[in-house]
């Protein structure tokens, strides 16, 4: 079993609105970074603020922390965070071939969606930066098809497609050692080897995909993530980078 890292406190909660909240009001008097988890929120939120169901017995989780670099090199931690949701993945079930990172931040397990990853960033004055590294995993229950919007990949949890029960205790535990560990690659060696991992993950590379966002559509062949960590598609039109949009299969 893994051993809790030294470097990070946990702090589990009963309930809270949401862990991502709780992250904004505890980053002023942080010292060190802190793995916050609750039982059951209250007001959870995912990506463009839409709503995220909390049943219990899933993982509901923020890693607040001062992470090094410039701004940019600070959003590729959605990488870091995919990498390490992976291998956690794969720590409580030993079924890797079952799991594939979808750009830009959901774990896919058998095609449908087990977890997501939200990341704010939070200004603390003076050029003081935390970082807020949302992340929710469907262990015990997923919400129904009707829950996510028309196109969407069908929510899943571990236990429905896998028989796999973890606690979410248990969960956070792997999580934060691969955190650690792909925190101190990205630190020591850069995004590179970070990228290379990710894309031996990937869902649907080389196959067609539709980036949407609320204002455009683009289709194409998902190509590769350039060095930025932007999607790269092969279209009618040539090569299109795309910093942010929703992927759909």
Not at 146 to 165: F, I, K, T, Y
Not at 176 to 183: H, K, L, N
Request: glycine share 8%.
């Amino acid at each position: 079993m893994a051993v809790w890292p030294e470097a990070y406190e946990r702090r589990i909660l009963e309930e809270v609105d949401s862990t991502l909240s709780e992250a904004a009001r505890i980053a002023p008097t942080l010292t060190g970074p802190v793995w916050l988890m609750a039982r059951v929120q209250t007001s959870a939120r995912g990506r463009r603020g839409r709503a995220w169901t909390s049943p219990m017995g899933n993982l509901y989780s923020t890693l607040i922390y001062r992470p090094e670099g410039a701004v940019p090199q600070i959003a590729l931690r959605s990488f870091v965070a995919a990498l390490a949701l992976f291998d956690a993945c794969v720590a409580v079930t030993g079924r890797a071939e079952c799991f594939a990172l979808k750009w830009p931040n959901d774990v896919l397990l058998n095609g449908g969606k087990l977890a997501g990853i939200l990341l704010e960033s939070l200004s603390q004055g003076a050029g003081t930066m935390h970082l807020a590294v949302g992340i929710g995993v469907n262990l015990a229950d997923a919400p129904g098809a009707d829950a996510v919007e028309p196109g969407a990949v069908r929510p899943v949890s571990l236990a429905s497609e896998l028989g796999v029960l973890v606690t979410p205790e248990e969960f956070l535990t792997e999580l934060a050692v691969a955190y650690d560990r792909y925190e101190r690659q990205f630190m020591n060696f850069g995004f590179a080897p970070i990228r290379e991992a990710w894309l031996a993950r990937a869902a649907r590379l080389g196959e067609p995909v539709i980036a949407r966002t609320n204002t455009s559509e683009t289709a194409g062949i998902f190509e590769t993530v350039d060095a930025d960590g932007q999607l790269v598609l092969s279209t009618d039109g040539g090569r299109v980078r795309i910093p942010a949009a929703d992927v759909y299969f």
